[in-house]
């Protein structure tokens, strides 16, 4: 570890370092988006001869790792200051911490390999997990991930399609049950698109311009993100298939069997077998949630529990923002998880 890489380091009892790393998988990605990406890593205080748990913290959609480095106000600190300030008064256990930046054109990559915006699975799962335990003084097996919202989904995709390589996994609301949670975003993105000759890209454009977005705006971005995530198709105009036909609203049910695929509520049942390798599988939403994940989290839950897998199942009288708090909490159960 080096001095050249700490960030504020008068703020923190321990350390935050962002180191560049440059990924292999994400090069030339279709897209055009950056291969060399900032890696946001907090070590906790002590000494350096000791080797610490590590838990890959991953950002919700539009959010990138370095938001949660956010030290500067005073009434709402970020959630990795509130963590360092809990691990020196010995009220939480300590551990690394790593804030992966997998965000994209779209505004994120759900962490899964797209054909058309990279390989995001592969770049966290097999590069940097490598090269963190490479870099620095990492526990041997002691390794967790967890998020919210597309973070939390993230986290249930890598314990479901990547066995052996997390030995726990918590999501907090993420998402799951698309029918409940994303089809109808394209409600929004009908109306939205007829402003702009039905053009995706074009959207994107005048999105990234404007300083206020609409609730339709928002549903739009979000729509064309999971279509180039779940359903990339390099043949098409726009380099992904959206799964609704957007002169009549119908559904192209091929295209959204190919989203099905990523939903944690289906992908558990040709995947959940490798749950059964997690010392924790975490999961949790709040009772108001917005987009509607709490009834499908409710049948991912009986569905693995029908499986003879153990699952950690909390809810909460809380909405699908303002979360950091419920992270701290995790971040105990997690480092006990991993001893």
């Not at 440059?22 to 990406?37: A, I, M, Q, Y």
């Not at 915006?117 to 620095?136: K, P």
């Not at 995709?157 to 999501?171: M, T």
């Not at 993420?174 to 959207?203: N, V």
Request: contains cysteine; neutral net charge; charged residues 25%.
């Amino acid at each position: 570890m080096t001095a050249d890489f700490v960030h504020a380091r008068h703020t923190f009892a321990g350390r935050v370092e962002l180191r560049p790393f440059e990924s292999r998988v994400l090069s030339e990605n279709p897209v055009g988006d950056p291969h060399v990406r900032e890696v946001p890593v907090y070590l906790p205080p002590g000494s350096e001869r000791e080797r610490w748990p590590v838990l890959f913290v991953l950002a919700g959609f539009t959010g990138r790792g370095q938001r949660m480095l956010d030290y500067g106000d005073p009434w709402k600190p970020g959630l990795v200051i509130q963590y360092d300030r809990l691990v020196a008064r010995g009220e939480l256990p300590p551990a690394i911490l790593v804030l992966p930046d997998c965000f994209t054109k779209v505004g994120g990559s759900q962490y899964v390999n797209s054909a058309l915006l990279g390989r995001y699975e592969d770049y966290v799962v097999d590069e940097l997990v490598a090269w963190i335990d490479a870099t620095y003084p990492t526990r041997v097996g002691a390794r967790a991930v967890v998020g919210k919202s597309s973070g939390g989904f993230g986290a249930l995709h890598f314990a479901l399609r990547r066995p052996g390589v997390f030995r726990a996994a918590a999501s907090i609301s993420g998402d799951c049950g698309f029918e409940f949670c994303q089809w109808p975003t394209f409600e929004g993105l009908l109306r939205t698109l007829r402003k702009h000759g039905g053009d995706p890209w074009r959207f994107l454009e005048a999105f990234k311009a404007k300083a206020q977005t609409s609730v339709d705006e928002f549903e739009t971005l979000n729509a064309i993100a999971m279509s180039a995530c779940y359903s990339p198709n390099r043949a098409s105009p726009f380099g992904f298939d959206l799964p609704i036909d957007t002169d009549t609203g119908a559904r192209r049910e091929d295209v959204w069997r190919r989203w099905l695929e990523f939903d944690p509520l289906f992908a558990c049942e040709r995947y959940g077998a490798n749950l059964k390798q997690l010392a924790l599988l975490h999961v949790e939403c709040g009772l108001d949630d917005e987009f509607n994940m709490q009834w499908p989290l409710r049948q991912f839950v009986a569905k693995v529990r029908a499986r003879g897998i153990a699952v950690d199942h909390e809810e909460h009288e809380g909405s699908h923002r303002n979360l950091d708090h419920r992270y701290l909490a995790l971040f105990r159960k997690l480092a006990h998880a991993l001893g």
